[in-house]
Protein backbone atom coordinates (compact mmCIF):
# COMPACT_ATOMS: atom_id res chain seq x y z
CA UNK A 1 0.00 0.00 0.00
CA UNK A 2 1.46 3.27 -0.80
CA UNK A 3 1.30 6.23 1.79
CA UNK A 4 0.75 9.85 -0.01
CA UNK A 5 0.96 12.75 2.21
CA UNK A 6 0.09 16.69 0.62
CA UNK A 7 2.80 18.58 -0.49
CA UNK A 8 4.46 21.31 1.59
CA UNK A 9 7.57 22.73 0.31
CA UNK A 10 7.94 25.83 2.59
CA UNK A 11 6.92 23.27 5.53
CA UNK A 12 9.18 20.78 4.17
CA UNK A 13 12.56 23.40 4.45
CA UNK A 14 11.72 24.11 7.73
CA UNK A 15 11.60 20.70 9.39
CA UNK A 16 14.98 19.72 7.34
CA UNK A 17 16.64 22.66 8.92
CA UNK A 18 15.43 21.98 11.99
CA UNK A 19 16.27 18.24 11.50
CA UNK A 20 19.69 19.69 10.88
CA UNK A 21 20.09 21.72 14.19
CA UNK A 22 19.54 18.58 15.97
CA UNK A 23 21.63 16.40 14.26
CA UNK A 24 24.78 18.88 14.25
CA UNK A 25 23.95 18.41 18.22
CA UNK A 26 24.10 14.64 18.64
CA UNK A 27 27.51 14.48 16.96
CA UNK A 28 28.31 17.43 19.59
CA UNK A 29 27.00 15.20 22.16
CA UNK A 30 28.83 12.26 20.89
CA UNK A 31 32.31 13.68 20.61
CA UNK A 32 31.63 14.92 24.32
CA UNK A 33 30.65 11.35 25.11
CA UNK A 34 33.91 10.12 23.24
CA UNK A 35 36.09 12.18 24.83
CA UNK A 36 36.77 12.88 28.40
CA UNK A 37 34.77 16.23 28.52
CA UNK A 38 32.29 14.72 30.65
CA UNK A 39 33.97 11.66 32.42
CA UNK A 40 35.99 8.46 31.56
CA UNK A 41 35.60 8.53 27.57
CA UNK A 42 32.53 5.84 26.50
CA UNK A 43 33.33 3.56 23.48
CA UNK A 44 31.36 4.15 20.32
CA UNK A 45 29.20 1.13 20.76
CA UNK A 46 27.40 2.24 24.20
CA UNK A 47 27.02 5.96 22.92
CA UNK A 48 25.36 4.69 19.99
CA UNK A 49 23.42 2.23 22.09
CA UNK A 50 22.25 5.71 24.39
CA UNK A 51 21.26 7.07 21.01
CA UNK A 52 19.08 4.08 20.30
CA UNK A 53 17.71 3.37 23.39
CA UNK A 54 16.37 6.74 24.53
CA UNK A 55 15.40 7.40 20.82
CA UNK A 56 13.32 4.47 21.25
CA UNK A 57 11.49 5.17 24.58
CA UNK A 58 10.95 8.89 23.21
CA UNK A 59 9.54 7.64 19.49
CA UNK A 60 7.21 4.77 22.27
CA UNK A 61 6.40 7.98 24.23
CA UNK A 62 4.96 9.44 20.94
CA UNK A 63 2.95 6.19 19.74
CA UNK A 64 1.62 5.59 23.10
CA UNK A 65 0.44 9.79 23.31
CA UNK A 66 -1.05 9.54 19.44
CA UNK A 67 -2.43 6.12 19.96
CA UNK A 68 -0.83 5.53 17.34
CA UNK A 69 -1.53 1.75 15.71
CA UNK A 70 1.41 -0.26 14.11
CA UNK A 71 0.83 -1.99 10.98
CA UNK A 72 2.44 -5.11 9.80
CA UNK A 73 6.11 -4.20 8.38
CA UNK A 74 8.34 -4.86 6.01
CA UNK A 75 10.67 -6.90 8.14
CA UNK A 76 13.35 -7.30 5.92
CA UNK A 77 13.95 -3.89 4.68
CA UNK A 78 13.25 -2.60 8.03
CA UNK A 79 16.23 -4.91 9.57
CA UNK A 80 18.21 -4.14 6.47
CA UNK A 81 18.25 -0.69 7.14
CA UNK A 82 18.49 -0.65 10.72
CA UNK A 83 21.46 -2.44 10.76
CA UNK A 84 23.22 -0.33 8.60
CA UNK A 85 21.89 2.57 10.48
CA UNK A 86 22.99 1.52 13.84
CA UNK A 87 26.60 0.19 12.07
CA UNK A 88 27.22 3.97 10.60
CA UNK A 89 26.21 6.15 13.02
CA UNK A 90 28.52 4.38 15.60
CA UNK A 91 31.52 4.91 12.96
CA UNK A 92 30.47 8.51 12.97
CA UNK A 93 30.66 8.56 16.68
CA UNK A 94 33.79 6.88 16.50
CA UNK A 95 35.45 9.34 14.04
CA UNK A 96 34.43 12.38 15.67
CA UNK A 97 36.50 11.87 18.64
CA UNK A 98 39.33 12.21 16.99
CA UNK A 99 38.93 14.59 14.11
CA UNK A 100 37.00 17.90 13.71
CA UNK A 101 32.90 17.87 13.60
CA UNK A 102 33.39 20.05 10.25
CA UNK A 103 35.68 17.36 8.73
CA UNK A 104 33.18 14.39 9.74
CA UNK A 105 29.86 16.00 9.07
CA UNK A 106 31.34 16.64 5.78
CA UNK A 107 33.17 13.32 4.52
CA UNK A 108 29.33 11.88 5.97
CA UNK A 109 27.42 13.62 2.72
CA UNK A 110 29.24 11.23 0.66
CA UNK A 111 26.49 8.83 1.55
CA UNK A 112 24.01 10.44 -1.33
CA UNK A 113 27.17 9.24 -3.22
CA UNK A 114 27.85 5.91 -2.29
CA UNK A 115 23.81 5.16 -2.52
CA UNK A 116 24.25 6.15 -6.13
CA UNK A 117 26.81 3.99 -6.96
CA UNK A 118 25.51 0.83 -4.43
CA UNK A 119 22.05 1.29 -6.56
CA UNK A 120 23.75 0.67 -10.12
CA UNK A 121 24.16 -3.25 -8.68
CA UNK A 122 21.38 -3.51 -6.53
CA UNK A 123 18.81 -1.40 -8.15
CA UNK A 124 19.58 -1.96 -12.53
CA UNK A 125 19.71 2.30 -11.97
CA UNK A 126 21.64 3.98 -14.79
CA UNK A 127 23.83 6.20 -14.07
CA UNK A 128 24.91 8.88 -16.78
CA UNK A 129 27.56 11.19 -16.98
CA UNK A 130 26.20 14.37 -15.02
CA UNK A 131 25.96 12.00 -11.95
CA UNK A 132 29.53 10.52 -12.49
CA UNK A 133 30.44 13.80 -12.86
CA UNK A 134 28.95 14.94 -8.92
CA UNK A 135 30.07 11.99 -7.30
CA UNK A 136 34.14 12.32 -8.56
CA UNK A 137 33.99 15.91 -7.43
CA UNK A 138 32.66 14.93 -3.95
CA UNK A 139 35.02 11.78 -3.83
CA UNK A 140 38.00 14.68 -4.34
CA UNK A 141 36.76 17.01 -1.85
CA UNK A 142 37.06 13.36 1.05
CA UNK A 143 40.75 13.15 -0.70
CA UNK A 144 41.21 16.60 0.54
CA UNK A 145 39.51 15.83 4.31
CA UNK A 146 41.81 13.00 4.60
CA UNK A 147 44.78 15.09 4.11
CA UNK A 148 46.85 12.14 2.23
CA UNK A 149 50.51 12.65 3.84
CA UNK A 150 52.43 11.11 5.75
CA UNK A 151 52.51 14.36 8.01
CA UNK A 152 49.15 15.21 8.23
CA UNK A 153 46.91 11.65 7.39
CA UNK A 154 44.20 11.73 9.71
CA UNK A 155 43.05 7.90 10.09
CA UNK A 156 40.23 8.05 11.92
CA UNK A 157 38.68 9.88 8.84
CA UNK A 158 38.55 6.67 7.68
CA UNK A 159 35.78 5.84 10.33
CA UNK A 160 33.91 8.71 9.03
CA UNK A 161 34.30 7.77 5.17
CA UNK A 162 33.13 3.93 6.03
CA UNK A 163 30.11 5.20 7.74
CA UNK A 164 29.15 6.95 4.20
CA UNK A 165 29.39 4.17 2.39
CA UNK A 166 27.18 2.15 5.27
CA UNK A 167 24.52 4.86 5.15
CA UNK A 168 24.68 4.71 1.69
CA UNK A 169 23.66 1.14 1.91
CA UNK A 170 21.43 2.38 3.77
CA UNK A 171 19.46 4.62 1.62
CA UNK A 172 18.87 1.63 -0.77
CA UNK A 173 16.61 0.03 1.66
CA UNK A 174 15.48 3.37 2.62
CA UNK A 175 14.19 3.54 -0.75
CA UNK A 176 12.75 0.43 -0.94
CA UNK A 177 10.76 1.43 2.34
CA UNK A 178 9.57 4.71 0.84
CA UNK A 179 6.06 4.76 0.63
CA UNK A 180 4.80 1.60 1.83
CA UNK A 181 4.03 2.43 5.78
CA UNK A 182 3.62 5.43 7.93
CA UNK A 183 6.38 7.98 9.16
CA UNK A 184 6.23 7.46 12.42
CA UNK A 185 5.94 3.43 11.96
CA UNK A 186 9.13 3.60 9.82
CA UNK A 187 10.59 5.54 13.01
CA UNK A 188 9.54 3.14 15.78
CA UNK A 189 10.71 -0.12 14.14
CA UNK A 190 13.87 1.37 13.34
CA UNK A 191 14.66 2.48 16.45
CA UNK A 192 13.05 -0.58 17.93
CA UNK A 193 15.33 -2.99 16.41
CA UNK A 194 18.51 -0.51 16.69
CA UNK A 195 18.29 -0.63 20.69
CA UNK A 196 18.17 -4.70 20.16
CA UNK A 197 21.38 -4.36 18.05
CA UNK A 198 22.97 -1.95 19.97
CA UNK A 199 21.90 -4.18 23.32
CA UNK A 200 23.56 -7.01 21.91
CA UNK A 201 26.83 -5.26 20.78
CA UNK A 202 27.19 -2.74 23.68
CA UNK A 203 27.91 -5.45 26.33
CA UNK A 204 31.55 -6.44 25.99
CA UNK A 205 32.32 -2.86 26.69
CA UNK A 206 29.77 -1.55 29.00
CA UNK A 207 30.82 0.36 31.53
CA UNK A 208 28.61 2.73 34.17
CA UNK A 209 28.35 6.14 33.06
CA UNK A 210 28.73 9.22 35.13
CA UNK A 211 25.37 11.41 35.72
CA UNK A 212 26.66 13.93 33.17
CA UNK A 213 26.82 11.17 30.75
CA UNK A 214 24.14 9.52 31.35
CA UNK A 215 21.92 13.47 30.98
CA UNK A 216 24.25 13.35 27.37
CA UNK A 217 22.91 9.90 26.13
CA UNK A 218 19.55 10.69 27.33
CA UNK A 219 20.14 13.95 25.32
CA UNK A 220 21.43 12.12 22.07
CA UNK A 221 18.67 9.90 21.77
CA UNK A 222 16.26 12.45 22.24
CA UNK A 223 17.41 14.78 19.90
CA UNK A 224 18.31 12.17 17.05
CA UNK A 225 14.58 11.63 17.59
CA UNK A 226 13.37 14.78 16.93
CA UNK A 227 16.08 14.89 13.95
CA UNK A 228 14.63 11.78 12.64
CA UNK A 229 10.83 13.03 13.35
CA UNK A 230 11.55 16.25 11.23
CA UNK A 231 13.56 14.82 8.19
CA UNK A 232 10.83 11.74 7.47
CA UNK A 233 8.02 14.68 7.70
CA UNK A 234 10.39 16.65 5.46
CA UNK A 235 10.89 14.27 3.18
CA UNK A 236 7.37 12.94 2.34
CA UNK A 237 6.39 16.60 2.01
CA UNK A 238 8.42 17.68 -0.72
CA UNK A 239 11.28 16.33 -3.63
CA UNK A 240 13.99 14.63 -2.63
CA UNK A 241 15.98 17.32 -5.35
CA UNK A 242 13.94 20.07 -3.31
CA UNK A 243 14.68 19.60 0.02
CA UNK A 244 18.81 18.04 -0.23
CA UNK A 245 20.27 21.53 -0.20
CA UNK A 246 18.49 22.36 3.27
CA UNK A 247 20.02 19.25 4.79
CA UNK A 248 24.17 20.72 4.16
CA UNK A 249 23.04 23.35 6.91
CA UNK A 250 24.11 20.50 9.02
CA UNK A 251 27.79 21.45 8.24
CA UNK A 252 27.17 25.06 9.16
CA UNK A 253 25.67 24.09 12.53
CA UNK A 254 28.22 21.17 13.54
CA UNK A 255 31.15 23.67 12.78
CA UNK A 256 29.62 26.21 15.57
CA UNK A 257 29.14 23.55 17.68
CA UNK A 258 32.69 22.43 17.60
CA UNK A 259 33.81 25.87 18.04
CA UNK A 260 31.65 26.78 20.67
CA UNK A 261 31.80 23.36 22.45
CA UNK A 262 35.44 22.58 21.59
CA UNK A 263 37.20 25.80 20.70
CA UNK A 264 38.28 24.13 17.12
CA UNK A 265 38.19 26.87 13.95
CA UNK A 266 37.89 25.03 11.26
CA UNK A 267 41.30 24.94 8.90
CA UNK A 268 41.31 26.23 4.78
CA UNK A 269 41.84 22.00 4.26
CA UNK A 270 38.17 21.80 6.04
CA UNK A 271 36.73 24.45 3.98
CA UNK A 272 38.52 23.37 0.98
CA UNK A 273 37.18 20.19 1.54
CA UNK A 274 33.89 20.62 2.30
CA UNK A 275 33.40 23.10 -0.13
CA UNK A 276 34.35 20.44 -3.16
CA UNK A 277 31.73 17.76 -1.17
CA UNK A 278 28.91 20.20 -1.20
CA UNK A 279 29.69 21.10 -5.08
CA UNK A 280 29.33 17.65 -5.61
CA UNK A 281 26.74 17.03 -3.72
CA UNK A 282 25.19 20.06 -5.05
CA UNK A 283 25.72 18.79 -8.49
CA UNK A 284 23.92 15.34 -7.50
CA UNK A 285 20.81 17.09 -6.07
CA UNK A 286 20.58 19.38 -9.03
CA UNK A 287 20.34 16.54 -11.64
CA UNK A 288 18.21 14.57 -9.51
CA UNK A 289 15.84 17.46 -9.88
CA UNK A 290 16.08 17.60 -13.94
CA UNK A 291 15.43 13.85 -13.52
CA UNK A 292 11.84 14.20 -11.85
CA UNK A 293 10.05 12.64 -14.65
CA UNK A 294 12.27 9.28 -15.14
CA UNK A 295 11.39 6.92 -12.10
CA UNK A 296 12.41 7.56 -8.24
CA UNK A 297 16.07 7.69 -7.45
CA UNK A 298 18.10 6.83 -4.46
CA UNK A 299 17.22 10.06 -1.93
CA UNK A 300 20.44 12.52 -2.47
CA UNK A 301 20.45 13.69 1.11
CA UNK A 302 21.90 13.31 4.30
CA UNK A 303 19.87 10.48 6.54
CA UNK A 304 20.08 10.99 10.44
Not at 70 to 77: G, V, Y
Not at 95 to 111: G, H, Q, R, W
Not at 172 to 188: H, S
Not at 203 to 212: C, E, G, I, K, R
Request: include cysteine; aromatic fraction near 10%; hydrophobic fraction near 55%.
Amino acid sequence: MEISTPQNPPLAAALITLATVFIAATTLLAKALGTETLGPALNPLQISHGRFLFAFLAISTAVAALRFRLQRPQWRLHIGRTSCGWLGITLMFASVAYIPLADATAIAFLNPVFGMLLAIPLLSERVGPWRWGAAGIALLGAMILLRPTPESFQPAALLALGAAAIMGLELIFIKKLAGRERPLQVLWFNNALGMIIASAAVLPVWQMPTALQWGALAGLGILMACAQACFVNGMARADASFVAPFSYATLIFATLYDFLGFGVIPDWITLAGAGVILTGAAVLAWREGRQTSSPPRTTASLRP
